[in-house]
């Protein structure tokens, strides 16, 4: 099979530096508030900052200690989204199969989504700016909602979302709405 008829492309998941350092964060500040709560109750400074030993167990220790196992149940749940890379996965387009292959990661299991390239109508690039703003490509597919196609998170320079789109557009034969 020739390589001009078939594009690939990857997509990055949950495995940024964006989630790494938030995981991080969360995980350090439970545990340092965990320590605290501990401090607390044992009577003994277990933090080189500051003096939790100082605080009353009921209700500052306790309280501490609560949001510590809130931070480190939230922390869990990051660093498992990002072991299992959750979103990662590809855009796959087949022109001699006449077939498109949308493949991400879920928690549980792969999520493929297979479209036949006939029912592609458009290539649409969605930018909305403001306080949640959106960057993305889109299929316009003949019978069902938009399949997005780019990452979720962190929004696309726009000079590269609008590349990715013409050079798919140009690919499938079909028009770029949006720009």
Known sequence: MPPSDVLE??????????????????TLG???FLLTSLSSYLGTDLLPVGHPAELIWVPQGL????????ALLLASYLWAV??????????????????AMIRRRAFRQT?????PL???????????????PRRRL???????RDMPLTRVGEPMPLADLEQAGAQLARFLGVPLEGV
Do not use: C, W
Not at 118 to 131: C, F, P, S
Not at 138 to 144: E, I, N, P, Y
């Open 111 to 115: 999520i493929d989504v297979e479209i």
């Open 118 to 132: 006939r029912d592609i109508q458009a290539v649409k690039v969605e930018v909305r700016d403001g306080l949640n």
């Open 30 to 32: 439970g545990v340092g």
């Open 138 to 144: 889109a299929l316009k597919v003949q019978g069902r």
């Open 63 to 70: 309280v501490m200690g609560l949001y510590g196992l809130a």
């Open 82 to 99: 990002i072991g299992l890379d959750v979103g990662a996965g590809s855009n796959r387009f087949d022109r001699s199969a006449g077939s």
């Open 9 to 26: 492309q990857p997509v990055l998941g949950s495995r940024r530096p964006s989630n790494l350092v938030m995981a991080v964060v969360v």
